[in-house]
C-alpha cells in the first residue's frame, strides 16, 4: 500500500467511526458532553497542558491556589486579568455551536465543562454546569458578593463594592472543592446518561475526569474527541482523533441529512 492508499483508508475509517458517532447519538436516551480547554482552543484561548499550555509557561503555585492569592493578590489578579482579555476577545467555534444544535435537537441534555470562558453560555447552550467557575465573575473574600465582569477589571486587584474587602476570581482553585451545587448537578447528569462525548481534555483534573466513568458503568457509550489521546481514550467506545471544531459539525450534519 503507498502512502495516499494509506491516507485514503484512513480517512475513510475516520469518517466511518463519525457516521457510528452520530448514529450511537441518534439512539442514545440521555446523552451527556464533558468538555476542557481543547473545545475552547479554536477560539484561540490557550490550553493548559498541551505544547502551548498554560501550564508550561506558569507555575500552578503561583497563580490558581488560595495560598497564591494570599501570599500575592496583585500577581494572581495580573494573570486572571490577563486570560479575561484573551477570553472576552474570543468567539464561540463550530464546536460550540454544534453542542447547541445537539441540544435543540434534543439528543444533548447537559455539558458539563472545565472552562472557566463562558463561550458555551455565549453560543446559546442551556443546561450548562461550570464545575470550575467562570472567569468573567469575581467574589468577596469577606461577604461573598458575586460582581460579573463586562470588561477585565482596569484596578486591581478588583475591591467589593459592598464592604471594600478583596474581590477573587470567582474560580475554583487547586486545593480547593468543587462548588457542591454545581458538583451535584454533574454526578445528577452523567449518572443517568447513556451516553457521553467527552471533548477536547486531557481527563486528568478529578473529579471532572471520574464522570465519563460513571456512564461506562451503566454500559453506556463514551465517544471522545481529541487532537491527541487523552488519559480517557482507554474508555472510550469511539475515539475520533481531529479537532472539535470540524468533527462536531460533521456529526451535526450527518444527523440532519440522514434518517437513522
Ligand atoms: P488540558 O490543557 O489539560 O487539555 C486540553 C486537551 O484538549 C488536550 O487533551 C488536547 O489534546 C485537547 N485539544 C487541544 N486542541 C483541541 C481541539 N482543537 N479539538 C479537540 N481537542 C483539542 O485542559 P483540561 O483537560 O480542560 O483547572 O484541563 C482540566 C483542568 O486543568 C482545567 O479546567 C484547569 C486546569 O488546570 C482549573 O483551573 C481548576
Ligand atoms: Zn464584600
Redo the contacts with the bound molecule.
Keep these: 500500500m503507498n502512502n495516499i492508499s494509506g491516507l485514503i483508508l484512513f480517512m475513510n475509517i475516520i469518517e466511518e467511526q463519525i457516521n457510528n458517532a452520530a448514529k450511537l447519538l441518534v439512539k442514545s436516551r440521555f446523552a451527556v458532553c464533558l ?5 475552547s ?2 477560539s484561540g484561548i490557550p ?4 505544547k502551548n ?3 508550561r509557561k506558569f507555575k ?1 503555585e503561583d497563580l ?1 491556589t488560595p495560598e497564591a492569592f494570599n501570599r500575592n493578590p496583585k500577581l494572581v489578579w495580573e494573570w486572571y486579568r490577563w486570560r479575561m482579555k484573551l477570553i472576552f476577545n474570543a468567539k464561540p467555534n463550530p ?1 460550540h455551536y454544534a453542542l447547541v444544535d445537539l441540544e435543540n435537537m434534543e439528543i444533548l441534555k447537559c455539558i458539563v465543562t ?3 470562558d463562558g463561550l458555551h453560555t455565549i453560543a446559546g447552550s442551556k443546561c450548562i454546569v461550570e ?2 467557575g467562570n472567569i468573567r465573575r469575581a467574589r468577596c473574600i469577606n461577604c461573598n458578593y458575586k460582581l460579573i465582569f463586562e470588561k477585565p477589571p482596569e484596578k486591581i486587584p478588583p475591591k467589593c463594592p459592598k464592604c471594600n474587602s478583596l474581590l477573587r476570581p470567582d ?4 486545593g480547593e472543592p468543587i462548588p457542591s451545587e454545581a458538583l451535584n448537578m454533574a454526578f445528577k447528569m452523567f449518572s443517568k446518561a447513556d451516553l457521553a462525548l467527552v ?7 478529578y473529579p ?2 471520574y464522570l465519563p466513568y460513571l456512564v461506562k458503568e451503566n454500559n453506556g457509550v463514551i465517544i471522545e ?4 489521546r ?1 488519559a480517557l481514550t482507554r474508555i472510550a467506545d469511539i475515539y475520533l482523533q ?6 462536531l459539525p460533521k456529526i451535526v450534519n450527518l444527523i440532519r441529512r440522514k434518517n437513522y
Design positions: 468538555t476542557g480547554a481543547g473545545i482552543a479554536e490550553t493548559f497542558r498541551g499550555g498554560l501550564w500552578v490558581a464546536a472545565q472552562n472557566v464545575l470550575h474560580v475554583v482553585w487547586f471533548i477536547g481534555t486531557s481527563g486528568i483534573v471532572a475526569a474527541i481529541n487532537i491527541n487523552s481531529g479537532k472539535a471544531g470540524e468533527i
